[in-house]
């Protein structure tokens, strides 16, 4: 704790390269994620293939994949980011197939029989009903994706696992529970703010629990 | 406004064994309730579902005011002919207002005329706008969630109705309100409705005429006295269970079986009921009070005199077969 207190400007630093990283991650994820689920909706003989794939992925440990990686991206934030993108696929695909297949098909025959044309039954009624589950993903996503970005330190791509990784070497015990104390308040941040945003898109869900 | 043309339709899905709908060749008059029957799988919902374009027929044409319905844009078309189907099909993430509100808004209609509209409709569906309008579809009854779907598909003011098995999920007792409901509205609105059931006794209570099928053909269209009286076949006569009596008196008029009042007429202590009260209504009466004879009354006025026999002799005709 006293680390934190005495160096706020280098953990500021430490934080804001962590969450670069875990955001841009998302963000590039979130573009793959969403087409290919819509492929695997659209053609369901794709699914198994697909979530396989992405679920094998998702066992390889990510240190390793990392290392993988490296080669390809060179020894930095890239590789890092990758992996992130990598590892939250399989996620976001999931999430956002199960959301759209979980859709009542009243609802969209009643859209349909309405007279709605196909954008307007995709903004008006499947992206406003698949948007609390795809939310939840993408926090799961970013819970991971942070986690992973710990690593990266030892990639050379900053964040704060840097804090953790010096700490263990030069037995510094106070960097280490700074850099703990600082993933752990970030991971728990992120998530409160997913979750809220997650609340916020189901109306009808929130009146519900009133 | 509403008349809906069958003109020689047949759908074969991909693959199908045989014809979803086989030459259908049929009108539905304005102003109607057509109920179509048929056991599942007989091609009632393909049918009802070709008249707004769900469905597109592979042979045959259908006519709505006698416009080809093919020369329309799907979602023009659609937006013209309200929708009821299973289960409401309600929008779970919007209000009961903006469910309403969906048909309006998409026909353009500019913003205090789809708030009246909203209120008007919840009014007539007898669901109280202050109360009802920012529910969710979650926080209401399954009848209630009905009302909403009816009050949904009639808010573009469409000449007609297609509903497909709407109270098929729906309890028996909210049920039969639900039956009243269309019959009352259908009395204030008179759409054209084209409604799809598979239970003989919602269809005997609703239609003016009833067009029943089986296996993709039309089997008879017609009132539902004919269909009791004058089934075409075997299956028909199953179908409605047209050896069921009681049922066949439930429809028919005590005006139709009564005599006249005899001129030295006196009403002593007869048991009363309206001229417009069914036979059964009838024979419940005469069994419940035990009175050799009941009085007929119009506008409070006795219009004749009605015994078990003429309700016996009314029965005889409907097992002429």
Known sequence: MSYLMSNPGDVLVLLLQHLRMTGIALGVAIAFAVPLALLVTRLRWLAVPVMGGLGILYTIPSLALIIFLVPLFGLNATSVVVAMVLYTQVI??????????????????????????VGQRWWRVQVP??????????????????????????????????????????????????GSIAVAGLALVINGLLLALEHYAQPQRRLKHD | MGTIQFDDVSLRFAGGARPAVNRVTCQINSGEIVVILGPSGCGKTTLLKMVNRLYEPTAGNIFLDGVNIRKLKATRLRQQIG???????????????????????????????????????????????????????????????????????????????????????????????????????????????????????EALR?????????????????????LLTKPADEFVYNLLGADDMVRQLGLLRVASAMMALPPNYSNGHNPTLSHCDSLRDALSLILRTGAPALTVLEDGDPVGLLTLDHIRQSAVVGTSR
């Open chain 1, 92 to 117: 976001l695909v999931r999430n956002l197939t199960v959301g759209l297949a979980g859709i009542n098909p009243a609802v969209l025959e009643a859209a349909r029989g309405m007279g709605m044309g």
């Open chain 1, 129 to 178: 009903l698949v948007l609390p589950v795809f939310l939840a993903g993408v926090r799961i996503a970013a819970i991971v994706a942070i986690a992973i970005a710990t690593i990266g330190a030892k990639f050379n791509a900053g964040g704060l696992g840097k804090l953790l990784f010096d700490g263990i070497q030069t037995n510094r015990y106070d960097k280490i529970v700074a």
């Open chain 2, 83 to 201: 929708y009821v189907i299973q289960q409401s099909g309600l929008f779970p993430h919007m209000t009961v207002a903006d469910n309403v509100a969906v048909v309006p808004r998409l026909l353009g209609w500019d913003k205090p005329q789809v708030q009246a509209r909203i209120d008007e409709l919840l009014e007539l569906v007898k669901l109280s706008p202050g109360e009802f309008r920012d529910r969710y579809p979650a926080q209401l009854s399954g009848g209630q969630q009905q009302r909403v779907g009816i009050a949904r598909a009639l808010a573009g003011d469409p000449t007609t109705l297609l509903m497909d098995e709407p109270f098929g999920a729906i309890d028996a007792i909210t049920r039969t309100a639900l039956q009243d409901e269309i019959l009352r509205l259908q009395g204030q609105l008179k759409k054209t409705i084209l409604f799809v059931s598979h239970d003989v006794e």
């Open chain 2, 206 to 226: 609703l239609a003016d005429r009833i067009l029943v099928m089986r296996l993709g053909e039309v089997v008879q269209f017609d009132t539902p006295f004919n």
